[in-house]
Every structure is written in C-alpha cells, then in structure tokens.
C-alpha cells in the first residue's frame, strides 16, 4: 500500500502501547504483540499522533511538525512516510476500513 | 555444612542416592550422580556450598548419569536427565563436568521466569554492581574472573537475575566457565584460583571451571542493585574502548540478551525500565585485561538517570 495517498492510518486494533523517553530516543513496548521497539523522535511522535486519533500522512506530518517545533517541509514529509511505510510493514499502523 | 566439610565417600554415597541437595542461592538443586570424575569435581566446584539437610522443597533435579546397555561400555556417555526426562542427547562421557554446568544453565533457563534473566556475567564491589551482558566468544566470562581476581563479589558468569518486583539482581555465584586461551590468561593472572579440570574438544572448545569464591557463596542470598551495563567485546591486539550508550539503545540490546524478556510481556518490560533507569550503560572494546580493568576500577557511578516519562 503506498502511503502516500489519501489513506488514514490508525495503531492496529489491539495495541497497547507502554512508553518511555531518555534523551532524544522512545522505547515502546507494545502490551498487545509484545514487541518492543527503539525510536528517533519523529518515528516516536509519528506513532504517538496515530495513537492519540486516526490520520492521513499529510495531516500526520504537520501534527508531528508542530510537536517537534519543524517545517513540514519535503524532507519531514518524506521521513514521516517512509515512517508510516516500516510500521505498517512491521503490523504497528494499519489503514482504516472508512 | 558445606559440601567441603562432608567426607568424599559421604558426598559420593548421598550423589549417588537419593542425590545431593546443594543450597546455591536462588535454587536448591539436587544433583544425582554415580559417575566418579563428576563427584570429585562437584566437591571441587562446589566445595564452600552449603548441603540442605532436611527433605525439603527442590527447585532443580537434575541427574547426570551413564545410559544403560551396550553405551556403559562402548564409546562411553553421560546422559542428563531433568526431573526423570531427557531433554538432550546423550554427550560423550569425557564431557559429564560441562554438562552439569550446561544442565543447571538449562533448568533456569526454562524454568525460572520469577526473574528477567539475562545472558551475562555480574559483579559487585561496594554496592556498586556491573552487568557485563554477551554471547559466548565476547569476553565477557574472562572479564569477569579477572574482576573476581580484583576483589569484585561473583554474582554470576552466566545469568543476571533479575527481580521484578524491586530490580535487584540475586546472586547466583556458580563455577566461573573458562574457555579456550581464556582458561591461561586467567591461570597466569591469577594463580591462586582453583581452576577445575580442562575438557577439550567441547562444542564450545576447550573448556574449565573456576571454583568460585568462598565469600560469594556466602552471600549468595544479598541482593545488588545494578550500577552499570557494560556489553563487552574482546578483540584482540585492539586498544581498550568504553564508550557511552544511549539509555534506549541500551534497554533494546539488554532485552535481546535476555532469555525471557518476551516471554514475559509487560513484566519484563517494566523490570527493564526499572533497571535502565538506575544504571548507566557503556559498549567496551577491549585486547588487553589490565588496560580494562584499571578502566572500570574509576567508572564513576550515575549521578542520576534522566529520565521523562
């Protein structure tokens, strides 16, 4: 699926997430799969906006532009697509149905 | 009593029926076996260990002892047997000493999910605890007698044991696991420790066993609060380097040494948060021991773990 099209994303049904921050870094455990993952901050926000309500990637890059206090500019558009593309290859995000 | 203050053929009679009940800490193990080389080396191995009198609680049950029929004579086996199953193939005869050793590192392995368990070795020396975690090959046993040597407290060579409810580490002070040139290096570093019989040709090479200090058996039941993470990697001819690791990469590569972090879920997970939290964690290349441990003698201990949630 490409992501960047107008397509919605959502934390797969059934996650939990647990988190904790140090320095500039997430650790998230996953309550529902039992993953567990080390992030950079975008990817770490990226989920955290998914989290909080459904998006699609345009509106996922400014929620995430203006947590991290940057321009949505190609480059974040790029990373918070290619962001959105390894979670949903790894079953974190998934489309929603509408 | 300590296995060390019982006559050999009091520890050969009670290892051969109903088996020896060894109080190494967390576990009581009973060990079953007839096998004569096996019973001098655990009253070596296991000389300042205390023998549990009474009939009680087991946690452990392991039997290391020959197959019957033709294999008691013919090209000779020792089988190990856990709570009357067999859950490996036989191993040459010659190799009944590792296997105890590989056999106990089994049973917890399997059963002791009371604790986060990580593959690796752990000492402490006035309160101060360092967690060395690492795969066969890293180093990570050779630095910890050297330690030892140094005066640090043996926790473990094999297993941090982690407590979930407090993240304290409990002790498992076993025989140290030497292996290859290692087995020298530390016999030249240290002459005064008792190193066990050599057995070549293991899957793992050459392989011996430190009996480990009287003074860490007798405080197998204190518990350490972890200090530091170092994941080690020996290399040899390569200048010593201790390098800082960010706190998440260090929770991630903590988990994928342990043994049962996933199995554990959310427990694991939390006890981990709890562990990074208190501790400050380093990568160490290292070629040389003496250059390592002059190192981590100055480590200054975490002023205090930054933390958000």
């Known amino acids: 699926m490409n992501p960047t099209r107008n397509v919605v994303w959502q934390v797969s049904e059934g996650s939990r997430l647990l988190w904790k921050s140090w320095d500039d870094e997430y650790v998230v455990f996953d309550d529902g799969s039992g993953y567990t993952h080390v992030l950079d901050l975008v990817a770490g926000e990226v989920l955290k906006v998914l989290e909080e309500a459904p998006a699609d990637p345009s509106q996922l890059t400014h929620r995430v532009a203006s947590r991290l206090d940057l321009t949505p500019d190609p480059k974040l558009v790029g990373r918070v697509q290619e962001t959105i593309r390894k979670f949903h290859e790894v079953g974190r995000v998934e489309p929603t149905l509408s | ?309």
């Open chain 2, 1 to 309: 009593m300590r296995v060390g203050e019982l006559a050999e053929r009091e520890v050969a009679a009670r290892l051969e029926r109903p088996g020896l009940d060894l109080d190494t800490g967390p576990f009581v193990v009973r060990l079953e076996t007839p096998i004569e080389n096996l019973v001098e080396e655990v009253r070596f191995l296991y000389h300042d260990f205390p023998v549990v009198q009474d009939d009680g609680f087991v946690d452990f049950h392991v039997s290391i002892s020959q197959p019957s029929g033709l294999r008691r004579w013919w090209r000779r086996q020792a089988v190990f047997r856990f709570d009357g199953a067999m859950p490996f193939e036989p191993l040459p005869f010659r190799m009944a000493v590792p296997m105890l050793e590989w056999s106990l590192n089994w049973c917890a392995a399997t059963e002791a999910h009371q604790y986060v368990m990580i593959h690796s070795a752990v000492v402490e020396r006035n309160g101060l605890t360092i967690i060395l975690p690492g795969v066969t090959g890293s180093g990570k046993s050779t630095l910890c007698a050297a330690l030892v040597h140094r005066g640090w407290r043996l926790l473990s060579d094999e297993f941090a044991l982690i407590r979930p409810r407090d993240g304290r580490l409990v002790p498992w002070p076993r025989p140290i696991s030497l292996k290859g040139r290692s087995i020298d290096v530390i016999r030249r570093l240290a002459p005064e420790f008792r190193v066990g019989s050599s057995v070549p040709n293991t899957e793992k090479g050459t392989v011996a066993h430190l009996q480990p200090p009287a003074e860490s058996v007798r405080r197998a039941n204190d518990t350490a609060a972890p200090t530091w993470i170092v994941f080690p990697t020996y290399q040899a001819d390569t200048p010593t380097c201790l390098s800082p690791l960010p706190r998440a990469r260090a929770f991630f590569r903590l988990a994928d040494c342990s043994l049962n972090y996933e199995l554990l879920g959310r427990r694991g997970f939390e006890t981990l948060l709890q562990v990074m939290e208190s501790c400050d964690a380093y990568d160490l290349t290292y070629g040389r021991l003496e250059e390592v441990l002059g190192l981590l003698d100055v480590l200054e201990p975490p002023k205090s773990a930054a933390t958000s949630a």
